[in-house]
């Protein structure tokens, strides 16, 4: 039997295909809701709630910023809460496998909540990874299998974008640094 030698580029290319498809993103995981994030993060999700991100859904109701809406040539009068354009970037997973389907359903992906920034939680959340039972997790096991840390630009942009009919020049660290809610110091060091 005669062995067949295959070029050092093709195996490389090769390589590279299988790593790259085993390369986990935080969107192909399935979403959970903020209530799970909640028992560890009890101080960010009460900052969080006090947020514009937490109120997004709001804004899509009949009269809410109506004079807003209307500058941006929107009917300040219609109810855009089933909306799929505005749904998109108003809740949390619009979409997506566990993501907000209507608030009679998910009332709980309501707004822009902590999966949006932080990727969807199914796999980090779980016991051998970020959980009550694992104190000790690491912050590299957790972003391998999901979880977005730490949360830059590119988590913003597809909403925050010229698409929105209220555009601004978005300054991601202007945003960042007036705060989407407070961060708290951790009590166990997840290095």
């Known amino acids: 039997m005669k062995a067949t030698m ?8 090769a390589w590279a295909l299988i790593a ?8 192909d995981y399935s979403l959970v809701g903020n209530k799970k994030c909640f028992p560890c993060h009890i ?3 009460k900052s969080w709630q006090e947020t514009k991100m937490s109120k997004a859904y709001d804004l899509l109701k009949p009269g809410e910023r ?6 941006a040539g929107l009917d300040p009068d219609k109810d855009y809460t089933g909306d799929a354009e505005c749904l998109k970037c108003h809740v949390t997973g619009w ?10 359903e998910t009332p709980l992906l309501v707004g ?6 932080h990727g969807a939680g199914s796999e980090y959340l779980k016991d051998p990874y970020m959980s009550i039972k694992n104190k000790d997790y690491k912050l590299s096991q957790v972003t391998e299998v999901g979880l977005v840390a730490p949360v830059t630009e590119s988590r913003c942009t597809p909403c925050h974008n010229e698409e929105s009919p209220f ?10 640094d007036e ?7 951790l009590r166990f060091k997840h290095e």
């Open 167 to 176: 555009f601004k020049e978005f300054d991601f660290q202007q945003r960042k």
């Open 6 to 13: 295959i070029p050092l580029p093709l195996l490389l290319a």
């Open 112 to 117: 822009v909540g902590c999966e949006s920034c």
């Open 66 to 71: 109506a004079k807003a809406k209307k500058q």
């Open 20 to 27: 790259l498809g085993s390369v986990s993103s935080a969107d």
């Open 95 to 104: 979409g997506r496998p566990g993501g907000f389907v209507s608030f009679a």
């Open 179 to 185: 705060g989407i809610h407070q961060v708290f110091p």
């Open 43 to 45: 101080k960010e999700f």
